[in-house]
């Protein structure tokens, strides 16, 4: 039992850092019908930026560990953010009327750009957090010590989630997108500037992506300038497991997703874990070809 | 393909020709030694402290004298860390009419030259060629200083059992490398007395290795074998460090790198073994000091790896071979499988067995101290 409960937890942290950067799939999806293939390329520039603010400056060291921390969390995400924004406009935007798969190349070659240029600004060699940026303590849950860090990505993971599910669906901004999402031409009819809308996906996704890969950074430790190309793979599958262009589905294919791997790991063999979770996303998109929360024409998203 | 074939007549013609003189000749002829290595390509820098290692030795050799008073001749080629570039470099070390070539560095970029100089009747001895197959072909001819990809595994298994750990978790990471040497130790076991508690393998790029952490720690092994690279290497110590579980790690010469503390943070990294060839730095004994002191005298650097020093060992047991017996190659292969007995080498006692292969351990255990630093056992 202590064995399951451990291997459950590691799972939810995972799980938590999938869903955060599926989450920028599926919005963009949702109002766009674009895979964004340069979101684990932001997802890395998060956690470069998060080890420059943190290491090279020192953050938590200048002001201390809350403040420092909460410092960084937010100037990553609104660097993320613009770089998203960026992103949009320069990649995507003037490819919006044209052919789909376009902006598909397009939104490739953004990846393989953003992969290099971190490199180049940054360095080939790998890069780590210093493992003392947050104090190393553990909490007990059902008796088992838990790393504090572990409990804190997996709070802020379903913080950030439900707070943007609260956004979405109970504020006038979040109607906006819903509405574009669902039909962008009556969207435009009804007064909404979808211009705006997208743009907006374009920063709360990021965003999203760039916090996941901080929180990846203060978890793990050591970064390196192509570990979004894996995460990318596993978030898109996150999203896609729980019905890409929905919300709640990104959070759930997400956490699914880390637990698959942590029970796989943890019951049959951990050779096999990447083996046996995508077997079970076969499996799952055998059944429900749309995923398992998938989008509903009356609200997208 | 005619023009290539004229080349290799006219080689083997100019080849054999230069053969002859230095039969006729022999007394007043200075000895061709030949250095094949890379000293251009991805390899560069080991192939060119590989010849300046020989280059030294030699002249050392040469101001007292030289061999039974024949002056030793280095003749260098360049096989580009590349095996076709290696068939020319071995076709231009046998027009030049050596008797014996030290090199090279790349297991298959040697491969690629066994034949040749097997057949041109020229002694070879390797010196960072550690595939095993190299010395399984039944060559005569061909030596090589440095160990055997399982010398690692028996070296790694032996020092388990000193270290007195009886329950074992071995991880390796699939790739050849990593899978070979997990496969190598653990067939050890049963002759050391260890039991292993858990074999599986972890997938290298991966991030989180808390569920297999968590998966090992309930087998309650006294000690992890990983046999991977050190980025898995340093997230599996920081994680371990994190969920407060002491347990020592000892690893392969794959994580024989300082990125693994930087990776893993010194606190995480301390106290963690992997067993690796020694560093120049590390190399004990007189011979070694004084090479490296001329080493850094003239080219103010050390040699970046143990390599090089290899490199020296090769030319040290061919001139001690050529001393004995003279500079037949049949005779010098001769000597060195049979009567070359604890020749005092730069890296230590070097004997041959039947097949060529060095006799005796490189292998050295290393420990990561609390400062980040790795020390020699």
Avoid at chain 2, 23 to 38: F, L, R, S, T, Y
Avoid at chain 2, 95 to 107: Q, R, W
């Amino acid at each position: 039992m202590d064995f399951f409960i451990q291997q459950l937890t590691n799972g939810l942290t995972v799980g938590g850092i999938y869903a955060l950067i599926a989450l920028g799939y599926t919005m963009v999806y949702g109002v766009m019908k674009l895979i964004n293939f340069a979101h684990g390329e932001l997802f890395t520039l998060g956690a470069y930026i998060g080890f420059t603010l943190l290491v090279t400056f020192n953050f938590t060291g200048l002001f201390g560990t809350v403040i420092g921390l909460g410092f960084s969390v937010i100037l990553v995400s609104c660097l993320v953010a613009v770089a998203g924004h960026l992103l949009e406009r320069v990649a995507y935007r003037p490819l919006r009327h044209s052919d789909r798969l376009a902006a598909v190349v397009s939104a490739l070659g953004a990846s393989i750009f953003l992969q290099n240029a971190i490199m180049l600004k940054w360095g080939a060699q790998r890069l780590a957090y210093k493992p003392n940026i947050l104090p190393n303590v553990s909490v007990n849950i059902f008796g088992q010590p838990m790393p504090f860090i572990r409990i804190l990505v997996f709070l802020v993971a379903v913080f950030v989630m439900f707070g943007l599910y609260i956004f979405i669906n109970r504020t006038r901004t979040g109607m906006a997108i819903r509405a574009a999402a669902i039909d962008q031409g009556a969207a435009k009819l009804m007064g909404i500037d979808v211009s705006r809308v997208i743009a907006l996906v374009f920063i709360i996704g990021p965003a999203l992506g760039g916090l996941a890969g901080l929180m990846a950074g203060l978890l793990y430790g050591p970064i390196n300038f192509n570990m979004g190309q894996i995460y990318g793979l596993k978030a898109f599958t996150a999203a896609i497991i729980g019905g890409i262009g929905n919300i709640q589905g990104a959070m759930v294919g997400g956490l699914l997703l880390g637990l698959l791997e942590s029970m796989g790991a943890a019951y049959i063999s951990v050779a096999w874990k990447d083996g046996i979770t995508f077997m079970v996303l076969i499996v799952i998109l055998v059944f429900r070809p749309t995923g398992l929360l998938p989008e509903r024409v009356a609200e997208k998203l | 393909m005619r023009f290539t074939l004229f080349l290799a007549f006219t080689l083997a013609l100019v080849g054999s020709i230069t053969f002859f003189c230095t039969g006729a000749e022999a007394q007043d002829n200075p000895i061709k030694i030949g250095v094949m290595g890379p000293n251009t390509g991805s390899w560069a820098s080991e192939g060119q402290d590989m010849l300046n290692v020989v280059v030294i030795l030699a002249d050392e050799i040469n101001s007292a004298g030289g061999i039974n008073g024949r002056k030793v001749e280095i003749v260098s080629a360049d096989d580009g860390g590349d095996p076709k570039t290696a068939v020319l470099a071995a076709q231009q070390l046998y027009a030049e009419g050596v008797v014996a070539v030290v090199g090279t560095y790349g297991s298959n970029v040697t491969e690629a030259t066994q034949d040749i100089y097997d057949e041109a009747g020229i002694v070879q001895v390797a010196t960072g060629s550690t595939a095993i197959r190299l010395t399984e072909k039944g060559l005569t001819l061909f030596f090589r200083t440095c160990p055997r990809d399982d010398e690692q595994g028996r070296v790694l298994a032996r020092y388990v059992k000193e270290l007195g750990f009886k329950k074992v978790a071995v991880v390796h990471d699939n790739t050849s490398y990593s899978k070979g040497l997990a496969d190598e130790t653990r067939q050890l076991f049963a002759d050391i007395g260890v039991t292993e508690v858990f074999y599986d393998a972890i997938i290298p790029g991966d991030r989180d290795f808390t569920a297999t952490l968590t998966k090992i720690k309930a087998a309650e092994p006294d000690v992890i074998i990983f046999t991977g690279y050190y980025p898995e290497a340093a997230l599996l110590l920081r994680q371990k460090k994190d969920m407060n579980w002491d347990v020592p790690m000892i690893g392969g010469d794959a994580t024989n790198n300082l990125t693994l503390v930087q990776n893993a943070g010194e606190e995480a990294a301390a106290g963690y073994y992997f067993v690796s060839p020694p560093g120049p730095g590390d190399i004990k004994g007189e011979a070694a000091a004084k090479l490296l002191a001329t080493y850094q005298q003239k080219h103010e650097v050390y040699p970046t790896s143990v390599w090089a020093i290899l490199a020296g060992d090769a030319f040290g047991v061919i001139a001690e071979a050529i001393k004995n017996v003279g500079d037949n190659p049949e005779a010098i292969a001769q000597y060195l499988h049979n009567d070359l007995k604890d020749y005092n080498g730069l890296t230590g006692p070097i004997s041959f067995n039947e097949k060529g292969d060095r006799i005796g351990e490189v292998y050295r255990l290393y420990q990561v101290d609390p400062t980040g630093a790795f020390v020699l056992k």
